[in-house]
């Protein structure tokens, strides 16, 4: 019984360990806002950041998030990027966020984060938003789908393949936030027919049971209607 008990607080302690690793790294400072140039700033905490003596106000200030985004594409969606990459104040704080402007029918396609959890506000329209789990004991994946409506807020776990798709009649706007600085992006599509170097035609027929034409059709379009370029979190 002892040994039993033993093993429990073991298993415990691994799973707040895996846990605790799981996320962004805590920052050893207040703040660290990223710089390019590591030889005008301060090596903390494994990044480099401005000399904390000229940081100043505007350097956590983010200005036209309220813009509107262009819709006038393939997808029918622009996602605006608030991460550490284009917004340097929030490096080692852990956290990002989006906004996405839908188009009538406009799409978010199926894609998932790596590195973070994401939870969606619709700001304004109807959005179907849904995530798909990872393999059940029978093979099979369940979707977990909902139609949003203006205030209403949806959550995409961790590394699972999420879409929303504005089935309103109208101009969408949503807000989206995540966990870490970088979550990281795998959009489906791009990855199965543009990535680089390509992959083999073999796998690609055999996973999806198709014939090679319509691999090559599929590939073709990531060339034509410019879709390579609609990722939306680097």
């Given amino acids: 019984r002892i040994m039993a008990i033993t093993w429990m607080a073991l298993a415990s302690m691994s799973s707040i360990l895996y846990m605790s690793s799981a996320a962004d790294p805590s920052p050893l400072q207040d703040f660290c806002v990223g710089v390019t140039d590591p030889h005008s700033a301060v ?3 494994g990044f480099y950041c401005k000399d904390p003596k000229e940081v100043t106000a505007d350097d956590f200030f983010y200005k036209g998030y ?6 006038d594409n393939p997808l029918g969606t622009k ?12 490096n080692t704080l852990g956290v990002a966020m989006g906004r996405i402007d839908f ?3 406009g799409l978010n396609q199926p894609h998932l984060h ?10 304004e329209g109807t959005l179907y938003a849904a995530f798909v789990s990872s393999n059940l004991q029978d093979g099979s994946n369940k979707v977990y789908g909902k139609i949003l409506q203006k205030g209403d807020i949806f959550v995409f776990p961790q590394g699972l393949i999420h879409f929303q798709l504005n089935i309103g009649g109208t101009h969408a706007v949503a807000n ?11 959009t489906i599509a791009n990855a199965m027919f543009e990535s680089m170097p390509p992959i083999p035609n073999d796998v690609l027929t055999k996973a999806f049971q198709v014939d090679e034409k319509v691999i090559k059709a599929l590939r073709s379009q990531f060339h034509t209607n410019g879709l390579g370029s609609l990722s939306c979190w680097l």
């Fill in 43 to 45: 090596y903390v905490n």
């Fill in 79 to 90: 996602i605006v990027q608030v991460n550490s990459t284009t917004f340097p104040a929030l």
């Fill in 176 to 186: 989206v936030a995540f966990g870490s600085q970088t979550p990281g992006l795998v």
């Fill in 103 to 105: 188009a009538p029918g």
């Fill in 114 to 123: 790596p590195r973070a959890s994401e939870m969606l506000t619709v700001i």
């Fill in 66 to 71: 309220n813009k509107v985004g262009d819709t």
